[in-house]
DNA sequence: TCAATAGTGTCTGTTAGACATTATGGA
DNA sequence: TCCATAATGTCTAACAGACACTATTGA
């Protein structure tokens, strides 16, 4: 048997670290998902590029620190934002935080884009170098839109808020990486009460308009089936 | 157009603020999910109880204080250890941390307990009051643990090394709240290919005894199908 | 007219859940 | 013997994916 050493004494952590909030805003450009980058505002490394990211002010609360380097960086609010997790192992952020808080952000398709030279959206498979510790919380972002794609409604916070159901389907075609089933996507889509039909139609180039919809979530009828063991590989 | 703010300025986070590591240990107790908890060191709130938790220490990383947390807590080193996320709001958190980051660790049925009335293990429906913050952070593992069931082998990681496949299934009724059917579960199990079979048999009491199974993940085979629209509330 | 996209009906193989049955031990 | 649990076979309804077809626009 062990030697249990007693538990951890109550005093306030004394030793204070430096912290920082990261956001990783992410919205569709056609078929490809793309987030925003700005480029340091460190006078040697102008030409270094970088997540949003700030310390928390005064009395606000991580998520507050959030929301604000959210909507400074873009110039409005994002549709969602929520966190990611804490990045707390040895490698460099730019501001040298010890521990950052990454949060993920979402906005809409088609939204005004940032001006200027010094904010850019880049598709996420052709990133510029970034610090070793923002490449690790936006590849953390990216893995929680996917895992949390049919448990909180991301999709529809990538669209405007009326959409065709093409539209829909190819967000989800987007952030899963893989094609899906037209008549099978509408199908189940109709069975979970998600959306409802506008009176809009609309036209885009050549063929049949397409009817917009909205987001309206009703009530879930009947209760989860099965069990899913996909996804525990080793 | 709304005025966009200048990108936010590249110097060091200055601030600092204090940063506590805590640690929600779970273990299956009968059909019941357990928590463990300790009495609070503070000599003025001896009868309070808390999470395990603590400042990192020197150059530990924050995922090292986590181990450590946990290993000091139980006497032994949990199964897993995975975080769950950063609490930053203005709930109370016993040592006074700013933030917090919450982690989960896992420890197989049947460990053994650690001793001394210091530390005890609560079923999580019918815990004692703890501070908001901690009670918060609780929740939020709870539901991790349900949230990664169908991503990593958190079920195995509250087993031991061998296992009937009626005590699977138990774990994963206790994590999903709801009853299984046996059958489907089985063969899902099967087509999976998750366990694999011991030439063991184990015999509790009256009926068959049953034979025991390991875990041993199999190359997957066929990619998923569908998408799942279920969870997709408001 | 043709090309392109929207939207839907039908068929088929797979799977989840219900039910029943057999197997194998202890009391 | 009876009872309790393990393990498995069969049936059915639901569902995913393939395919084909109709509908409606612009070129």
Redesign the pocket.
């Known amino acids: 048997m062990p030697e249990r050493p007693p538990p951890a004494a109550n005093r306030p952590p004394t030793r204070r670290i430096s912290l920082s909030v990261d956001v990783v805003l992410l919205t569709p450009h056609g078929r490809r998902l793309t987030t925003l980058l700005q480029r340091s505002a460190d006078p040697r490394a102008r030409e270094r590029w970088e997540l949003a990211w700030d310390a928390p002010h005064g009395e606000e609360t991580i998520d507050d620190a959030a929301a604000r380097v959210a909507r400074t960086a873009l110039g409005a609010a994002p549709a969602l934002v929520e966190q990611v997790g804490a990045f707390g192992d040895r490698r460099r952020h730019p501001g040298g935080a010890d521990v950052s808080i990454a949060y993920l952000a979402l906005v809409p398709a088609g939204a005004p884009a940032p001006v200027g030279g010094d904010t850019a959206w880049f598709p996420v498979e052709e990133l510029p170098a970034l610090a070793p510790r923002q490449r690790e919380m936006l590849d953390g972002a990216l893995a929680a839109v996917r895992a949390r794609l049919d448990q909180a409604p991301i999709a529809f916070r990538l669209l405007p808020p009326t959409f065709?159901?093409?539209q829909l389907q190819e967000v989800y075609e987007l952030l899963l990486g893989r094609r899906?089933?037209?008549?099978?996507?509408?199908?189940?889509l109709q069975?979970a009460w998600l959306v409802e039909p506008t009176d809009e139609?609309r036209?885009?180039?050549?063929?049949?308009?397409?009817?917009l919809f909205r987001y309206a979530p009703r009530r879930r009828r009947?209760?989860?089936?099965?069990?899913?063991f996909d996804g525990l590989g080793g």
Chains 1, 2 share one sequence.
């Open positions: 065709t159901l093409t899906l089933h037209k008549a099978s996507f509408r199908r189940a069975a139609w036209s885009e180039g050549r063929g049949r308009p397409a009817q009947g209760g989860r089936r099965g069990v899913r």
